[in-house]
C-alpha cells in the first residue's frame, strides 16, 4: 500500500503544487507573527527605556543590581550602586526603570531576626537531660578503642601491630 501513495506521488506533477506554496506562506508568516515581531517590540520598548533614562532615576540593569542614575554621557551611564560607590555602565545595559515600590528590600546583615529563629530550634533542657539515656556497649571507651584498632589491623593484614 505505501508502494502505491509512493508511486501516486512520484507519478505527479514535478513542481510545486498551489497547496504546498500556500502552506509554506502561511508558516513564515506565523512565524513573523509568533516568533520576530514581539522580539522587535521588546527591543524598541528596552531602547525607549534606556534613552529616557535621567539622573535620580532607579534602574535595574541585566545583571540584576539594583542602583541609581547618577550621569548620562552619550552610550554611558554612571550608576550609583551603594551610598559612594559609582560605577560607569552601558546604556544597553540598563533593563528596566524601576519605581520605588517595585523594587525588593534589601537584607540587612547582623539582624535581630538572626538569633529569633535559633530559639525555635532546640529547648537545651531536653538536650542536657541524661536520666532517659542508657550506656550501651557499641561505642569502645578510650582503652578498648586501642584494643578494637589492633584487633581490626590484625584482622586485615594477619599481622600483629607493633
Request: glycine share 8%; aromatic share 4%.
Amino acid at each position: 500500500m505505501l508502494g502505491n501513495v509512493l508511486a501516486a506521488s512520484s507519478s505527479g506533477s514535478g513542481g510545486f503544487s498551489s497547496s504546498t506554496l500556500i502552506f509554506l506562506v502561511i508558516i513564515v508568516v506565523a512565524v513573523y507573527l509568533l516568533m520576530i515581531r514581539p522580539q522587535q517590540r521588546r527591543r524598541q520598548q528596552a531602547q525607549q527605556k534606556q534613552n529616557a533614562v535621567a539622573p535620580g532615576a532607579r534602574v535595574r540593569t541585566t545583571a540584576g543590581m539594583y542602583a541609581t542614575v547618577v550621569d548620562v554621557d552619550g552610550d554611558d551611564v554612571v550608576l550609583e550602586v551603594a551610598p559612594g560607590i559609582e560605577v560607569r555602565y552601558m546604556k544597553r545595559a540598563i533593563m528596566d526603570v524601576v519605581s520605588p515600590g517595585d523594587e525588593p528590600e534589601a537584607e540587612s546583615f547582623g539582624s535581630d531576626d538572626e538569633t529569633e529563629d535559633t530559639d525555635d530550634v532546640h529547648d537545651t533542657d531536653d538536650v542536657n537531660d541524661t536520666d532517659d539515656v542508657q550506656d550501651t556497649d557499641e561505642e569502645p571507651d578510650a582503652g578498648e578503642s586501642a584494643d578494637a584498632e589492633e584487633t581490626a589491623y590484625e584482622r586485615a593484614t594477619g599481622t600483629k601491630k607493633k
